[in-house]
């Protein structure tokens, strides 16, 4: 009986070893995975520190304005150059005032001309109510402007304020300027005019009469005219106290009359008295 051969057994291959291997090319890559997240950090870090030691200095802000001069210089030289300035709408605004609002900028880069501010400037002068400030290229700034229109003189303490209807101060005047505006006295009465002096340009009768206005307790109007009469405006709904009493002198002609007040204080009924006479009193409903 012949004997049968065994094959050779195959030799497997190390697997503990390979494992081994593996392993340690991991730790090198967990190890420098580390080492630069680590690098990284510090990095920032650092950079983080130089910025806030030049922040603290004021380098980072000399850093801008030179890269800013130079930018400026190189726009100049390209040839948006600021060589002119003109201004349209001005008629009581002196144009150097214009001028002086804006700064010293002729000569400057164009192209780094901040318009807004320019015109934030230009709208703090008291004639001014808005403007527009726009670049021409390659060298011009135009300014259009839109002024106030007078409507009365503020009084407070001994000075005199021209104002206009929405009681924005223009300027300081003097006793003898804009005489055939209405006056106004009291703490506090530009700003509350507005309604009342917009009442008033509506009815050109009672506007050409108007001599000043009184705010009294910093709650309502009286109305002096230029014939003496006062007239005493409610608290509220003082427009319409307005055009009733316009509606009163275009149908009746109460105000030609030698009064010593009108008194619109009442809702239903309105008071007047005739200069010797006694007081009387009408519904307010007498003229529709």
Same mark, same amino acid.
């Not at 190890?31 to 990095?43: E, K, N, V």
């Not at 910025?51 to 004021?58: K, M, Q």
């Not at 100049?76 to 005032?97: N, W």
């Not at 509220?236 to 002609?253: I, N, T």
């Given at each position: 009986?012949?004997?049968?051969?065994?094959?050779?057994?195959?030799?497997?291959?190390?697997?503990?070893?390979?494992?081994? &291997?593996?392993?340690?090319?991991?730790?090198?890559?967990?190890?420098?995975?580390?080492?630069?997240?680590?690098?990284?950090?510090?990095?920032?870090?650092?950079?983080?520190?130089?910025?806030?030691?030049?922040w603290a200095g004021g380098y980072v802000g000399m850093m801008g304005e030179q890269l800013s001069r130079f930018a400026g210089a190189r726009a100049v030289s390209a040839g948006f150059e600021i060589r002119r300035i003109t201004a349209k709408g001005a008629i009581e605004t002196a144009e150097q005032?214009?001028?002086?609002?804006?700064?010293?900028?002729v000569g400057s %880069?164009?192209?780094?001309?901040?318009?807004?501010?320019?015109?934030?400037?230009? &709208?703090?002068?008291?004639?001014?109510?808005?403007?527009?400030?726009?670049k021409l290229l390659p060298n011009t700034i135009n300014i259009s402007v839109r002024e106030r229109v007078p409507a009365a003189v503020w009084q407070l303490s001994g000075a005199l304020h021209l104002i206009d209807e929405n009681g924005a101060i223009i300027r300081e005047v003097n006793a003898y300027e804009y005489a055939d505006l209405p006056l106004i006295v009291?703490?506090?009465?530009?700003?509350?005019? %507005?309604?009342?002096?917009?009442?008033?340009?509506? &009815?050109?009768?009672?506007?050409g009469r108007a001599s000043a206005l009184i705010r009294v307790s910093d709650r309502r109007w009286n109305l002096k005219t230029k014939d003496g009469v006062d007239v005493k405006f409610p608290e509220r709904g003082v427009?319409?106290?307005?055009?009733?009493?316009?509606?009163?002198?275009?149908?009746?002609?109460?105000?030609?009359?030698?009064? &010593?007040?009108?008194?619109?204080?009442n809702p239903e009924n309105f008071v007047y008295r005739v200069k010797g006479t006694a007081e009387m009193e009408k519904p307010i409903g007498v003229i529709q």
């Amino acid at each position: 009986m012949s004997k049968v051969k065994k094959k050779p057994a195959k030799k497997t291959p190390n697997r503990r070893g390979k494992a081994k &291997e593996v392993g340690f090319f991991d730790r090198i890559s967990a190890i420098w995975t580390r080492f630069s997240h680590a690098l990284i950090a510090s990095s920032v870090l650092l950079a983080l520190l130089g910025i806030g030691f030049l922040w603290a200095g004021g380098y980072v802000g000399m850093m801008g304005e030179q890269l800013s001069r130079f930018a400026g210089a190189r726009a100049v030289s390209a040839g948006f150059e600021i060589r002119r300035i003109t201004a349209k709408g001005a008629i009581e605004t002196a144009e150097q005032e214009i001028l002086n609002a804006v700064g010293p900028v002729v000569g400057s %880069s164009m192209l780094h001309f901040d318009a807004d501010r320019a015109r934030a400037q230009v &709208e703090q002068i008291g004639w001014v109510r808005s403007a527009a400030v726009s670049k021409l290229l390659p060298n011009t700034i135009n300014i259009s402007v839109r002024e106030r229109v007078p409507a009365a003189v503020w009084q407070l303490s001994g000075a005199l304020h021209l104002i206009d209807e929405n009681g924005a101060i223009i300027r300081e005047v003097n006793a003898y300027e804009y005489a055939d505006l209405p006056l106004i006295v009291g703490a506090g009465a530009p700003g509350a005019a %507005s309604e009342m002096l917009q009442a008033l340009k509506g &009815e050109p009768e009672l506007w050409g009469r108007a001599s000043a206005l009184i705010r009294v307790s910093d709650r309502r109007w009286n109305l002096k005219t230029k014939d003496g009469v006062d007239v005493k405006f409610p608290e509220r709904g003082v427009g319409e106290a307005v055009r009733y009493l316009g509606r009163l002198q275009g149908e009746l002609a109460l105000l030609d009359e030698p009064l &010593e007040y009108v008194d619109l204080r009442n809702p239903e009924n309105f008071v007047y008295r005739v200069k010797g006479t006694a007081e009387m009193e009408k519904p307010i409903g007498v003229i529709q």
